[in-house]
Structures are given as C-alpha cells and as structure tokens.
C-alpha cells in the first residue's frame, strides 16, 4: 500500500522559512518522480514543484520560484520542499504527491496523496 507521510508544517510570519518533508513507503521510491501540490482556503489544487527520481530537473510554478526548492534523499525514501521568503498567499495545506510521469505540472498528473500539511504565512 501506498504511503506518503507529510510533516513540517506550522505557523510562520511573512518572510520566514519551512522546510517540509514527506516519508514514502509502499512502493519502490527511487523509481518515481515526486512532487508536492497546495490547496489554499477556497481554492483548486494548485501544483508547486516537480523532481525526476534521479533527483535531477526539478521544476516550480512561477508563483513560488526563486523561493522554494525542491529535493529528494532516495535512500531515506524521503521528499523535501524548503519553502523561503513565505508570503500570505503561500498559506495553503501543502501535499506530497506520487507523479505518474516526468514532467508532471498538473494536480491531475499525481496518483498518490500524503494527507497535507498546513502552512500559514500570517503576522
């Protein structure tokens, strides 16, 4: 069964900094790219960023680069975002997610979700 663990989450003020890490279990993880994926209050999936299971190629949605980067450790089975310079419209319950294939730049390219973490971005 496909697991995906999120943690890291909290309560930030505007320019601060998270890191949030996302553990895998269930299927073989150096296999796959990853990505994480953002709902904000009232609104759609938003897809952040992307990583190749190699770890390399890594891809943002213009609204976090620059900010966020993305990473991956294949030996701990564990996807990282360290999220950078936070705004408020960065609050949003952030989504680890299994990518069916390379780039994947869509909510609807992931099949597997971890159950979120919440971010907020607020003085």
């Known amino acids: 069964e496909v697991q995906l663990v999120e943690s890291g989450g909290g309560l930030v003020q505007p320019g601060g900094s998270l890191r949030l890490s996302c553990v895998a279990s269930g299927f073989t993880f150096s296999l796959y790219a990853m990505g994480w994926v953002r709902q904000a209050p009232g609104k759609g999936l938003e897809w952040v960023s992307g990583?190749?299971?190699?770890?390399?190629?890594?891809t943002y949605a213009d609204s976090v680069k620059g900010r966020f980067t993305i990473s991956r450790d294949n030996a701990k089975n564990t996807l990282y975002l360290q999220m950078n310079s936070l705004k408020p419209e960065d609050t949003a319950v952030y989504y680890c997610?299994?990518?069916?294939?390379?780039?994947?730049?869509?909510?609807?390219?992931?099949?597997?979700w971890g159950q979120g973490t919440q971010v907020t971005a607020s003085s």
């Open positions: 990583i190749s299971n190699g770890g390399g190629s890594p």
């Open positions: 997610a299994k990518a069916k294939w390379y780039p994947a730049v869509g909510a609807d390219e992931y099949d597997y």
